[in-house]
């Protein structure tokens, strides 16, 4: 039997705060190298100035959203998530510091490839999602958690993606674009699947206290299930068989999906609190970027980047800095409600996403079009860094 969720029990930490919690410096890490990154990926791609990476810079680019950013939002994510769902001891200390550590020399690996070499640059930077997949397996495991087995076979995934890209740049096979696909793919179906569970509930939650004359969120049936397994379905399809007619036909279908699961879920109701709207329009943007996707696929009328930025800057951006802005709020022991500056920061993402698709439309403006891009993305995960950071590095406010 699955054990019921239970608040996490932390031991005395005695060193700094930042260790005490697995949150604490992987959302610190992420918001940092997403504002990082793309500055260097802009760079690149417009002064032709490329890192010393084995990577072709658009290659390095992908991996580094995906299996730094991406990677590193899941592991704080999942870090805090599993003791509630196990009522194990959250990893905190000298372990976490060890799997921070990892994830930092995978970084460096991938970014200095090219000085280190591809060997050394490939074992470094699959370590920490091998040892984070071990480390998670041995507490859903360990804790008898059986529902969340799923979360073993998205981290699995993670690692085979991460794996595929580094084949390119050993010269074994041409893998790059499956592999950072998969990885786009696997956090797709992760806000999918998590987000089927938080959006309706964080919902539910702020209606009851807030508008109780309301009608809450429709809960899960059969239906929402067979919904997420066609959502699923049309994200598999796109990393496996991006270019086919049957593909686009099962986007549209995932699209489709998405957003009859999302007009069940009463987040027009929520406009009065962004720290729940924002969910909503993370799930939005998922919906939005797997029509794209379909439409697209039966008649091409805009470049295949466009509806790939819905689903990454739009989706992905927006749902992680969702959860890492609530769950260092909750975490820390903070009121679960967004101040002016969070609003305006989950706006950051969206305007970056709309000027990404935006910017192939603009002809000889594409690179001004991709820079404000650029800089409201960075703006964002800044303010999120000057807010937010504080909070991940000082003890909670009020103690459990």
């Known amino acids: 039997m699955t054990r019921q969720a239970a608040i996490p029990r932390y031991r005395v930490h005695h060193g700094p705060d930042i260790f005490s919690a697995g949150f604490r410096p992987f959302f610190l890490l992420a918001a940092l190298w997403a504002a990082v990154a793309v500055p260097v990926w802009l760079v690149a791609y417009l002064t032709g100035l490329v890192p010393p990476s084995a990577f072709p ?42 799997l921070v550590v990892l994830w930092v020399i995978g970084r460096l690996a991938v970014l200095l490839s090219a000085l280190v070499g591809t060997p050394l640059a490939t074992v470094a930077d699959l370590m920490f999602p091998a040892v984070f997949l071990l480390v998670v397996a041995r507490e859903i495991v360990a804790g008898r958690n059986w529902r969340n087995l799923p979360m073993l076979i998205a981290l699995s995934l993670l690692l085979i993606g991460n794996l595929l890209v580094h084949l390119e740049s050993l010269g074994v096979a041409e893998t790059a674009q499956i592999g950072n696909r998969l990885g786009i793919g696997v956090l797709l179906a992760l806000i999918s699947l998590v987000g089927g569970r938080i959006i309706p509930s964080f919902t539910r939650n702020w209606l009851t206290k807030n508008v ?44 489709l999906a998405a957003a009859w699961r999302l007009s069940r879920w009463r987040g027009p109701r929520t406009l009065a609190e962004p720290l729940v709207t924002v969910l909503h329009v993370g799930y939005g943007w ?8 379909g439409f697209n696929g039966l008649v091409p009328l805009f470049p295949a980047t466009t509806a790939l930025h819905a689903l990454t800057v739009g989706a992905i951006g927006t ?34 996403a709309v000027l990404r698709l935006a910017a192939p439309f603009t002809g000889s403006e594409m690179a001004l079009l991709l820079s404000l891009a650029g800089t409201a993305w960075c703006l964002a995960f800044l303010l999120y860094l000057a807010v937010y950071g504080p909070m991940l590095v000082r003890a909670r406010a009020t103690r459990d």
């Open 212 to 255: 109780p004359d309301v009608a809450s969120p429709s809960s899960a049936s059969r239906a929402d299930l067979v919904a997420l397994i066609i959502t699923v379905m049309g994200i598999a399809a796109w990393v496996l068989a991006p270019e086919t007619r049957a593909t686009a036909y099962l986007e549209l279908m995932a699209g």
């Open 286 to 293: 998922l919906a939005a970027g797997l029509l794209l996707l």
């Open 57 to 98: 810079a658009i290659i390095w680019h992908a991996h580094e959203m995906v299996y730094g950013y991406g990677a590193a939002a899941v592991a704080g994510f999942l870090l805090t998530a599993i003791p509630n769902w196990t009522g194990r001891m959250p990893l905190q200390g000298w372990s976490l510091a060890m």
């Open 319 to 352: 749902m992680t800095l969702a959860v890492m802005t609530r769950a260092t709020l909750g975490h820390t022991g903070r009121p679960l409600s967004a101040t002016g500056t969070t609003a305006i920061l989950y706006g950051l993402v969206s305007v970056a």
